[in-house]
């Protein structure tokens, strides 16, 4: 079984990520914000500067935008994987607490 001390342990370790995941999450969220806003500026300079109908000028900033819509998919994917991250760590919290209220039930009887 574990020890109270064990819990403990992991309960700080537990907290000490979480409180590391919030910045990064905020940091990951304006990087996203910046990566979505330059998408827009190239898609909007490239469509106001080709040539054509409405329906190939969408097409032409489309493509040229492709890096930029690639840098934007990572960030977004960089979101996600810190915020599932976040919620492992709520998940395994809660479980912990779970344990440390079993073992001070036990240490009762």
Excluded: C, W
């Excluded at 990087?31 to 190239?42: P, Q, S």
């Excluded at 960089?78 to 079993?102: D, G, P, W």
């Amino acid at each position: 079984m574990t020890s109270p001390s064990q819990v403990i342990q992991e309960l700080h370790r537990l907290i000490a990520e979480s409180e590391k995941g919030n910045p990064a999450l905020y940091d990951a969220e304006i990087e996203l914000a910046d990566a979505e806003a330059e998408l827009d500026r190239i898609e909007t300079k490239e469509f106001l500067s080709a040539t054509g109908t409405i329906a190939e000028r969408q097409v032409i900033a489309r493509s040229k935008a492709n890096e930029a819509r690639l840098i934007r998919d990572l960030k977004k994917a960089e979101v996600s994987r810190i915020k599932q991250k976040l919620r492992a760590i709520e998940s395994a919290l809660t479980a912990n607490q779970t344990i440390a209220k079993l073992i001070d039930l036990e240490s009762r009887i």
